[in-house]
């Protein structure tokens, strides 16, 4: 023999509360999948980066107001360009006890960006202007390689 249990009659506010509750579920789940599509880094924080296409080069332009040019350090290995740097711990101004709030990151940062096409490191160059940091990437002009001939020698009898 089953048993039938009898629930309340639902309201409108006992489905309100239950839709409240999914809700809040769904938020946790969002958050949480936010938190493991992050990369995870060894720094502290990582600047936000822009990388397009124009005339020819491949331009990426790196956010990075606070820290001074010899602060970084750009590297490029394996179609991947490497920018990592360090913003220096910023002290209270002279006559203020201590900040109230501290929202700019700082530490050390590194940021890894892949390089889909080929490009021209030897034409490479880079300039810190008004915190943006613009990395100027020729790309190569011959994307198919060089032909190269390979002579056939006759057998010799």
């Known amino acids: 023999m089953s048993v039938v249990r009898r629930s309340s009659p639902r309201t409108p506010l006992s489905e309100l509360l239950l839709l409240q509750r999914e809700v809040n579920q769904l938020f946790e ?89 080929a490009v021209d490191l030897r034409g490479a160059h880079a300039s810190l202007e008004g915190g943006l940091l613009t990395i100027t990437l020729p790309r190569v002009k011959d994307r198919r390689g060089r032909e190269v001939t390979i002579p056939v020698e006759r057998e010799k009898d």
């Open 29 to 117: 789940r969002l958050a949480e999948a936010e938190r493991a599509e992050r990369p995870v880094s060894a720094a502290g924080w990582q600047p936000c980066a822009d990388v397009y296409e124009c005339s020819g080069d491949l331009i990426v332009i790196l956010e990075a107001p606070g820290v001074p040019p010899d602060g970084l350090r750009i590297s490029c290995r394996d179609q991947t360009l490497v920018i990592s740097g360090e913003r220096r711990e910023r002290r209270p101004a002279a006559g203020a006890a201590a900040f109230l709030c501290m929202e700019r990151p700082q530490g050390r940062f590194k940021r890894v960006i892949p390089l889909d096409i």
